[in-house]
């Protein structure tokens, strides 16, 4: 078992506290053709020796197509294993400090620390990015139950629930929407994601329609 960082947005943060995301989707480095059959699994990615000759190298876990011809590791590991949650946060602490691993200074974390809901963040506390939290300074611990490959517009609308998104009846009343007029909307969590996707990629990110791992977790509780 290993343990690696994961980096996650504020609005995800919450999710994962709230109990509603329990998937990630992330982009594949190197994507397989759109009709490949892809297989995730311990496999043996083929390698040239200094002979010039292909042998079977040393056993990975990743996902491959092409008859074994192409491959990737995947880079959150497997089932099992752990990942550590980067997120947005303030410290008093100095820079030399915190490099130390300095663990008597208070930690703030930006999720959560909204004035008021819709206020935004407060503005009176200097956030560091969330690529710079040390391991000690991570409040979330998920460990890996899932890794799959699918095409991004793929999902379900039970694993855009997964991903975090809201329940709708809860939504249409807040909007004054009745459930009969809810429920004759279809597909309405896979257009949240598609919405949330194009928030954290860029516009076109969700049409692109790339290859992506599927990683299912749960919450290490402390």
Same mark, same amino acid.
């Given at each position: ?7 996650? +947005? ?21 994507? #397989?053709? #759109? ?12 390698? @040239? ?5 292909m ?9 491959? $197509? ?16 752990? !990942? $550590? ?7 008093p602490? +100095?820079?030399?400090? !915190? ?8 930690i ?8 008021? &809901? ?8 200097? $956030? ?5 939290? #040390?391991? $000690?300074?991570?409040?979330i ?8 490959v699918?095409? !991004?517009?793929? @999902? ?14 809860? !939504?249409?009343?807040a ?7 809810a ?16 928030? @954290?990629?860029?516009?076109?990110a ?15 509780? &402390?």
């Amino acid at each position: 078992m290993t343990e690696r960082p994961i980096i996650f +947005s504020a609005e995800m943060v919450r999710a994962i506290l709230d109990g509603r995301k329990k998937q990630t989707r992330r982009i594949m480095k190197a994507q #397989p053709p #759109p009709d490949a059959w892809v297989t995730v699994e311990h496999y043996h990615p083929i390698v @040239i020796d200094r002979h010039d000759d292909m042998q079977p190298g040393e056993e990975i876990f990743g996902a491959h $197509w092409d008859d074994g011809d192409f491959g990737l590791r995947c880079p959150y590991g497997q089932p099992g294993d752990l !990942l $550590w949650v980067r997120e947005a946060w303030a410290s008093p602490c +100095s820079t030399r400090e !915190l490099r130390d691993g300095v663990t008597a200074c208070g930690i703030t974390y930006r999720t959560g620390h909204e004035e008021a &809901p819709g206020a935004g963040p407060r503005v009176d506390v200097k $956030w560091r990015p969330s690529i710079h939290m #040390p391991r $000690w300074a991570s409040r979330i611990t998920l460990r890996i139950t899932d890794i799959r490959v699918e095409r !991004l517009q793929d @999902i379900s609308e039970a694993d855009a629930g997964a991903e975090g998104a809201p329940d709708y009846s809860s !939504l249409s009343e807040a909007s004054g929407e009745d459930m009969a007029e809810a429920q004759t909307r279809l597909c309405w969590r896979q257009r949240w994601f598609a919405s949330l996707w194009n928030k @954290i990629n860029g516009p076109g990110a969700w049409e692109a329609n790339p290859w992506v791992w599927v990683v299912s977790f749960e919450r290490v509780k &402390p």
